[in-house]
């Protein structure tokens, strides 16, 4: 089975901050993603990446950045973590199309409290 | 990705089969059926998918209208930890390693009773 593991499931951070959330995956999947889930809003794309070192912004890149050294780890950084970044983050992987379509996996999801 | 229709909320009694049924009625030729399901403060769960053809893994059956313009995923046997909320989606499979995101609707809450 597919596992994508996040690091960390519960952190409380402080205002201004540098909080650093690690994913890995252990399919060997080249695309990675970093979601953040709130009520009402659903899912949303912060980042994502389709390879080694590359990366795309999603819909709500802004205040994050992310890091994709190994194809299996794909970091998501809050440089200055702020209360508005309260949220439950999911990582996600799926290998490129093959012949059946492209299943995505979570992980457990990381919930993020600022104060 | 076509839209996708579904009832918010369904109950099952524990040891029944669950039907949750998902409208598509604009989905293309090219594009998947896929389910996924979230437990309450979880990560969303891959189910299962299909393009035309009825699906059965391990966890559950997709059956596909021949005219593709609805499903329903069957759980045979629920029990009380497949209470969650059930994300039908329809979207186009990539042909290249390119990335894209996944939007989920707002699903079915399906709850299964003792």
């Known amino acids: 089975d597919v596992k994508v593991t996040q690091s960390s499931r519960y952190l409380v951070k402080r205002t201004g901050e540098k909080v650093f959330l690690e994913c890995v995956q252990d399919m060997d999947h080249e695309n990675m993603f970093w979601y953040r889930q709130d009520p009402g809003l659903g899912l949303r794309l912060i980042y994502f990446s389709y390879d080694v070192k590359m990366k795309e912004k999603g819909d709500i890149p802004e205040g994050y950045s992310v890091s994709r050294e190994k194809k299996e780890r794909f970091s998501l950084i809050l440089e200055s973590a702020s209360t508005n970044q309260t949220s439950m983050y999911l990582c996600?992987?799926?290998?490129?199309?093959?012949?059946?379509?492209?299943?995505?996996?979570f992980g457990e999801g990381s919930w993020l409290t600022v104060v | 990705d076509a839209k996708t229709t579904q009832p918010p909320s369904m109950d099952c009694a524990e040891g029944r089969a669950a039907n949750l049924p998902c409208n598509h009625s604009?989905?293309?030729?090219?594009?998947?059926v896929y389910w996924y399901r979230q437990i309450h403060s979880q990560g969303p769960q891959y189910i299962i998918h299909?393009?035309?053809n009825n699906e059965t893994n391990e966890m559950a059956s997709l059956i596909i209208t021949e005219d593709r313009k609805s499903s329903t995923l069957i759980l045979p046997h629920a029990t009380l930890r497949d209470t969650a909320v059930y994300y039908c989606?329809?979207?186009?499979?990539?042909?290249?390693?390119?990335?894209?995101?996944?939007?989920f609707g707002s699903g079915t809450q399906l709850t299964v009773l003792p």
């Open positions: 299909g393009l035309k």
């Open positions: 604009t989905i293309s030729g090219n594009e998947y």
């Open positions: 989606i329809v979207r186009v499979a990539l042909q290249s390693g390119s990335a894209r995101q996944l939007t």
């Open positions: 996600a992987s799926k290998a490129s199309v093959r012949d059946s379509g492209d299943t995505i996996y």
